[in-house]
């Protein structure tokens, strides 16, 4: 449950980072960052709230963060490289204004 909370804790941010129309690339290398900081710390963490027992070691959680860190990126390059953004752009709303005139019956 703990891995679960933490990967959606990193994967958001870093999501909603790499859409931003402004400022994208360094968002995600600032949440790439702050990820990478919280990987490290999560060790030290797990084992505060079970104890000693049993669980992932530092090397499993940097290969599921940084996994799953990748498959975001590649996602949000995907869907930019589509022309994806956050917000419409002024051509964008203008081009679905005329295509609504063009409509017949309107």
């Keep these: ?11 958001v941010p ?3 980072a790499g859409l931003l129309p402004r ?14 900081a919280a990987t490290f710390g999560e ?3 797990m084992k505060s709230i079970i104890g000693n027992a049993p669980g ?3 090397g499993h ?6 996994i799953a860190a990748i498959c975001v990126l590649l996602f949000i390059a995907a869907i ?3 022309g994806y953004r956050l917000t419409r ?11 609504e005139a063009r409509q017949p019956g309107r």
């Design 56 to 58: 992932p070691e530092l």
């Design 23 to 36: 400022w994208s690339v360094s968002a995600t290398i600032i949440t790439l960052a702050s990820n990478a």
């Design 89 to 99: 752009t002024a051509f964008a709303a203008a081009e679905s204004r005329a295509a």
């Design 43 to 45: 060790p030290f963490v």
């Design 1 to 11: 449950m703990f891995l679960a909370g933490v990967a959606i804790v990193q994967i």
């Design 61 to 66: 959680m940097i290969a599921i963060n940084g």
């Design 80 to 82: 930019r490289l589509g």
């Design 14 to 16: 870093l999501f909603m």
